[in-house]
């Protein structure tokens, strides 16, 4: 409702956003560094973070970047079943017949990583999000899974990602083997303070406006509210602007943050 009042050519807080429009924090270039760093190494890599804080996002747009003819990358979104469940999941992303049984299964997901890495010399990317999710005895099948022990080089690279929750999990003794097999960490924060008013100018100018249609005090009630987590300073921003449209404001002040506060709860 508040797009033609303030001169916008699209909703500014939308989710379909393309790689490519991101904004990236200082967080999320050190990912880009980090998850870099992983496919070189072809290891296993974990990256957490708050809800809403744009975790699967940047995994994305780095994915994005990957020039297809030397990366195969399989996405699984979530799995909370039993070991033969992933291995399902993972073998229709691989475009494989599901076996009924699991030796048989992980044994052709193994052969299908073979050969991608052999004839096709591409490298395989397995994502798996949602990670906190996972079973115990799941995660100890995805770190078989990546073990080419009588190789010199690993073939399948693997990039967990999940809430702060899996950190803490995979520092239990029953997952030292595959915590020690991680090589890459990175946790994702929100937007530092000073990263606010540039991510919200951001937006706005990809909606086709330049006009700083939120306050000093409505930015600074913004991150205070939210943490500088993107989800819920979209939504909050998203609210805001609607309380100060209803006002016939020319900007948004911290007075229609906190009245869009219960909106955005």
């Known amino acids: 409702m508040y797009r033609k009042q303030f001169g916008l050519t699209r909703h500014p807080f939308a989710k379909e956003l393309s790689p490519d429009e991101l904004f990236v924090s200082q967080g999320g270039r050190e990912l880009e560094v ?86 096709n010399k591409l490298r395989p990317l397995l994502i798996v999000d949602e990670a906190q999710h996972l079973r115990s ?65 951001h937006l706005l100018r990809l909606a086709g406006t330049q006009l700083p249609l939120f306050d000093t005090s409505a930015v600074e009630a913004l991150f205070q509210a939210t943490n500088g987590l993107p989800r819920k300073l979209n939504l909050l921003a998203h609210h805001a602007l609607m309380a100060a449209a209803l006002a016939k404001a020319k900007a948004a002040t911290a007075e229609h943050v906190q009245a869009a506060l219960p909106e955005a709860a």
């Open 34 to 119: 980090r998850l870099g760093h992983l496919l070189e190494l072809r290891g296993i890599g974990l990256v957490t973070g708050e809800v809403g804080s744009g975790k699967t996002t940047l995994c994305r747009k780095v994915v994005a970047g990957l020039h297809t003819g030397l990366y195969r990358v399989f996405y699984v979104p979530l799995t909370t079943g039993n070991a033969m469940d992933m291995y399902k999941s993972i073998a229709w992303e691989l475009g494989l017949p599901t076996e009924r049984s699991r030796a048989a299964l992980y044994k052709c997901i193994r052969d299908e990583v073979t050969r991608l890495c052999s004839e």
């Open 137 to 201: 005895d799941v995660l100890e099948d995805l770190r078989l899974l990546t073990n080419y022990e009588m190789d010199s080089q690993n073939r399948l690279c693997l990039l967990l990602i999940g809430q702060v929750e899996l950190r803490r999990r995979l520092g239990l003794a029953v997952h030292e083997a595959l915590n020690q097999r991680i090589v890459v960490r990175h946790h994702l924060a929100g937007l530092a303070r000073d990263e606010v008013p540039l991510y919200l100018e």
